[in-house]
């Protein structure tokens, strides 16, 4: 069986660093908010290229962090894709504030700029771009739409880990971004576990109380805040990871280039990257109207492939928005994502293509 991610083979490749991250941890005895997580905060900002970031309990908190911060809460909407991770719509309503579903480019499966500007009302508080699949949203066009109806830009980065876009990396290009380091992701802790990123000294400051019981000193409480921090544990782990990333994210673009070049000639809809956008390709997501019977005869192959999403956030029972949302309906009937794991046996690779040309004739 070719797995859709082999989550075992990436994570034994570090065994030994991260047994020794496990002792090094345990003989500090110390596990929140010590050395290992300020250190991976102090080199992520420096992977991210950006000033400040915060490690919080995983992404849904990121995301939610950010919005309490910057006072959005009931009344108050937040433009969000309508094809996306259900997580992205969740951390607005968590805030008490509405989301606001805006369609997808069909091309690039990304926030459509365009037609940003019809959903913004005088309550819109926020945008929340989500990097899709490991490619950057076309973030010029955002914050210059941002910036004229003064609005703040919350990248949700968690699919998306040392992307760039025109070549600066994910994370600094809007006012703040959020990442999750949930086991599968590009870079992945060995539970859950999440960071903001920002150049806002403010925002960073207010992150650093909020997800600590609302205190900046011990047992003085300045608001009324949470508790969502990374812990020393996953922090010591995600070091030993963030030092391979940037390798790990190459052995992704050499697959995603061979599925690329292998698929070109049969009748799958293939992703489509903009000259500006570097892609570590968290998943690789082809096309057909036949998805479902594709999705079988590879089962039937011995390969696994996995949906994002099934459903949109708008058709969920937790939203069950009687709106339509046409497109985003049409990707979650016809996506579907091939395996894919950093430094997977080109064997693989080459068997997913040839069962892939041989089906979709
Ligand atoms: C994974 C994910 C999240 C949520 O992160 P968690 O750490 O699982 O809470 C948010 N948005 C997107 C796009 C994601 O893929």
Redesign the pocket.
């Known amino acids: 069986m070719i797995p859709f991610l082999d989550i075992k083979s990436v994570n034994n490749r570090f065994r030994k660093e991260l047994h020794a991250a496990l002792d090094r941890v345990l003989d500090s005895g110390w596990f929140v908010l010590g050395k290992e997580v300020e250190a991976f905060e102090k080199e992520f900002a420096g992977y991210c290229q950006v000033q400040y970031c915060m490690g919080v309990g995983?992404?849904?908190?990121?995301?939610h962090l950010v919005l309490q911060a910057w006072g959005v809460g009931p009344g108050d909407e937040v433009i969000v894709p309508s094809n996306?991770?259900i997580?992205?719509w969740l951390?607005v309503s968590q805030v008490g504030a509405t989301p606001v579903a805006v369609e997808p480019d069909p091309a690039t499966y990304n926030i459509d700029p365009l037609q940003i500007e019809a959903a913004i009302t005088p309550r819109t508080k926020a945008i929340i771009p989500?990097?899709?699949y490991g490619q950057p949203a076309d973030m010029d066009a955002v914050m210059s739409i941002a910036k004229k109806h003064g609005l703040k830009v919350l990248e949700?980065a968690?699919?998306a880990h040392g992307a760039r876009y025109r070549g600066k990396r994910v994370g600094g290009l809007g006012h703040a971004a959020?990442f999750?380091?949930?086991p599968g992701?590009n870079l992945g802790a060995l539970g859950?576990?999440?960071a903001i990123t920002t150049d806002d000294v403010q925002l960073a400051d207010k992150i650093k109380s909020l997800r600590n019981y609302g205190s900046a000193v011990k047992y003085q409480h300045d608001e009324k805040g949470f508790n969502s921090r990374l812990d020393e544990l996953q922090a010591a782990f995600l070091r030993v990871k963030l030092a391979v990333l940037d390798e790990d994210n190459a052995s992704r673009r050499t697959i995603a280039s061979a599925y690329l070049k292998g698929l070109k000639d049969c009748s799958l809809i293939l992703p489509q990257v903009p000259s500006w956008a570097e892609p570590v390709w968290?998943l690789f997501v082809v096309r057909s109207p036949k998805r479902d019977q594709l999705r079988e005869r590879l089962l039937g192959l011995g390969m696994e492939t996995l949906l994002h999403y099934p459903m949109p956030p708008h058709a969920q029972p937790a939203y069950g928005l009687s709106k339509s949302y046409p497109v985003a309906e049409e990707l979650s009937r016809e996506v579907l994502s091939l395996p894919l794991t950093p430094h997977m046996p080109e064997e693989n690779i080459n068997k997913v293509i040839s069962a892939c040309q041989m089906i979709g004739k």
């Open positions: 995983n992404g849904l908190e990121a995301l996306t991770f997580a992205t951390a989500v990097h899709l949700d968690a699919q959020a999750s380091f949930y992701k859950d576990g999440g968290h």
